[in-house]
Every structure is written in C-alpha cells, then in structure tokens.
C-alpha cells in the first residue's frame, strides 16, 4: 500500500521504521522521508495515496502488536 506518492513509501516502510525508531510519528517520517515533498499524505483523506500517513501510523501499530499476539 502507498502511504507517500512524493518519496515512494509504502506500508511496509513504515512498519520498518516503527521496529527500528519507535512510535513517534515525527522519528518516523524522518526515517522514511514521508510527506517530504507535496505534504498531501500528511493529510486524511489524500486522494493521492492508498493510505494517508496518519492511517499508515494506525495500520502499522495493529500489524506490529498482531504479530507481538502470534
Ligand atoms: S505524497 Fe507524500 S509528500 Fe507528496
């Protein structure tokens, strides 16, 4: 899933981050360089992008404790 068109971010990037950074949004889009360039996936809803980074953040969080819950 693209989360930022601009810097070609997916969900799986974001997942990455959040294991190797932590949970700050902040850590997190420096780590990736979402939203660096037209800030659009900075905002919810974006029509640009399959996942805002604001729901990547979400979607990641639930992926990473279902995996913790196997
Ligand atoms: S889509 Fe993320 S900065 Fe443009």
């Known amino acids: 899933m693209k989360v930022c068109a601009c810097q070609n971010v997916t969900l799986d ?34 029509d640009d992008v399959d996942l805002p980074f604001p729901d990547a953040l979400l979607n990641a969080q639930a992926l990473l404790e279902q995996r913790q819950n196997r």
Do not use: F, H, W
């Open 13 to 46: 990037d974001i997942v990455e981050a959040m294991q190797t950074v932590g949970n700050d949004a902040e850590a997190i889009r420096k780590y990736t360089d979402a939203g660096r360039g037209c800030s659009e996936c900075l905002q919810t809803p974006c």
